[in-house]
């Protein structure tokens, strides 16, 4: 089981970018899902979460207000909406999944993760 993202490229700054999250299979059911990103040069960072059951959302204080993380749960996929772009939010992009939402927004260490796809904010 692996999970899929997509959605990323090249974007004016000011644009906006949608990206999907879907898993191969159905064993993540019920599990937080959410998106990391890694700048060149700079540590992996959190940037958004959401409760797969409650809905609850989790963001990184630099996205607030230009991103919005959601999920389909009939069709197992999590969207994260990005806009206002800023060439900062370059990066790549991880969809990954943990047992809570914890493990994601302060441990950093979500069981399992996605391949990355690429955002590039030009200026």
């Known amino acids: 089981v692996q999970l899929q993202a997509s959605g990323g490229g090249l974007v004016q700054a000011g644009g906006s970018l949608r990206l999907s999250c879907q898993p191969s299979?159905?064993?993540?059911?019920?599990?937080?899902r959410g998106w990391f990103r890694q700048s060149p040069g700079k540590e992996r960072e959190f940037v958004a979460c959401?409760?797969?059951?409650?809905?609850?959302?989790y963001y990184e204080d630099s996205v607030k207000g230009r991103f919005t993380i959601s999920r389909n749960k009939a069709e197992n996929i999590v969207y994260l909406q990005m806009n206002s772009l800023k060439p900062e939010d370059t990066a790549v992009y991880y969809c990954?999944?943990?047992?809570?939402?914890?493990?994601?927004?302060?441990?950093?260490?979500?069981?399992?993760w996605g391949q990355g796809t690429l955002v590039t904010v030009s200026s």
């Open positions: 990954a999944s943990a047992f809570t939402a914890h493990q994601m927004v302060v441990d950093g260490t979500p069981e399992f």
């Open positions: 299979g159905r064993a993540y059911e019920n599990y937080a």
């Open positions: 959401i409760g797969w059951s409650s809905g609850t959302t």
